[in-house]
């Protein structure tokens, strides 16, 4: 089974150190969200505290951490996230995540740039 976000707003922040992907259901009062953070350039300290990874938080900062993402996946309007399954049945989350994105068009293509280039830089990195 699926864990499925109806993404009414969706957004991406990069402060050259740090880029922020997030998806809510809510723009004022979320109840479900997703947030994927990534360093843009971990240091050693960033590598050696396994913080070179995607960051994720799924509806609570206690629904998450670095390295739970298997694979991601860009369609259309549609984010798969696919979870490792002890990082799955650790947190009591379903194993994908879909995320359906019900933003303007124009809000779609910069946050699926950014998503993309969020994984470049990752596979670059490691």
């Known amino acids: 089974m699926s864990k499925e976000i109806l993404a009414k707003v969706a957004g991406i922040y990069d402060d050259g150190y740090c880029t922020t992907v997030s998806f809510a259901n809510d723009p004022d009062n979320p109840t479900d969200y997703l947030i994927l953070q990534a ?19 799924i509806n609570d900062q206690q629904n998450g951490g670095y390295n739970c993402i298997n694979s991601i996946i860009i369609a259309d309007k549609l984010i798969y996230i ?3 399954s002890d990082v799955s049945e650790k947190q ?3 194993q994908e995540i879909v995320i359906k994105l019900l933003t ?13 280039a969020m994984i470049r830089r990752l596979k670059a990195i490691s």
Do not use: R, V
């Open 39 to 57: 360093t843009n350039y971990p240091s050693k300290q960033d590598i050696d505290l396994g913080q070179d990874g995607i960051h994720m938080q």
């Open 82 to 84: 696919n979870l490792f």
């Open 92 to 94: 009591k989350i379903e």
């Open 104 to 116: 303007p068009e124009e809000d779609i293509k910069t946050i699926k740039a950014g998503l993309e």
